[in-house]
């Protein structure tokens, strides 16, 4: 069965410091990876997806399969990325997804 | 388009009652998902439908069904209310349910169990 471990429920770091938020997966196959993110009083939505390879919101994720690998990086944080953020996969020909337990990301003035 | 729209909102029930909840996913979109949210176990999968059919299913009980009409509105039920069954229940579209395609979430109905 698939797994998703975020280590981190909580990261606090300052304004314009560089964060991590860390995602390790467990699947034998090819999966499907995401990074889903809730803002205060927001419903869950899509930030990004592994197979995109795009940045959003100055967010980039690498799957690394060799380290079954799927962090979120961003260089300098802001205030307004301050969210829960959740790391899914989904391996199936259906869209079930797999969730992480989250992080909950606070960035400081 | 109009996002997942998901109601009630809030519903209060008593043990041993049985609950019907509504998902209506954006325009086009023909699979919705289902997931219970609660703080120990975090985002669990229910069950997903697609064209009328479940699709997948997630190891919960029994107790919880569901359907998806024509329109690809969807309901879920949970039959004889347990203690452990209160949770944000959320609902996911998108459009055909393919494992690289992004799910869109509503809102969610909070049902808390007395």
């Known amino acids: 069965a698939q797994r998703v471990t975020q280590p981190e429920k909580l990261l606090s770091v300052f304004k314009g410091a560089p964060v991590e938020l860390k995602c390790n997966y467990s699947?034998?196959?090819?999966?499907?990876l995401f990074w889903y993110v809730q803002y205060s009083r927001q419903r869950l939505q899509l930030l990004l997806r592994h197979i995109s390879r795009e940045s959003i919101k100055g967010f980039t994720a690498d799957l690394n399969k060799g380290e079954t690998s799927f962090h979120l990086k961003k260089p300098f944080a802001q205030e307004e990325d301050s969210a829960m953020y959740y790391c899914?996969?989904?391996?199936?020909?259906?869209?079930?997804?797999?969730f992480g337990e989250g992080t909950q990301l606070t960035v400081n003035p | 388009k109009a996002g997942v729209t998901q109601t009630p909102r809030y519903l209060i029930k008593t043990r041993g009652q049985q609950v019907t909840l509504s998902c209506s996913p954006i325009?086009?979109?023909?699979?919705v998902s289902w997931y219970q949210q609660t703080p120990g176990q975090g985002l669990q999968f229910l069950f997903e439908y697609f064209s009328e059919t479940q699709r997948n299913k997630g190891n919960f009980p029994g107790r919880f069904s569901g359907r998806q009409f024509s329109n690809s509105r969807s309901e879920m039920n949970v039959s004889t209310l347990e203690l452990g069954d209160s949770a944000l229940y959320l609902c996911a579209s998108s459009l055909y349910g393919d494992s690289n395609q992004p799910q869109h979430f509503g809102d969610g109905t909070r049902l808390s169990i007395l």
């Open positions: 325009s086009g979109h023909r699979s």
């Open positions: 899914a996969l989904s391996t199936h020909s259906g869209s079930r997804l797999t």
């Open positions: 699947y034998s196959g090819s999966p499907e």
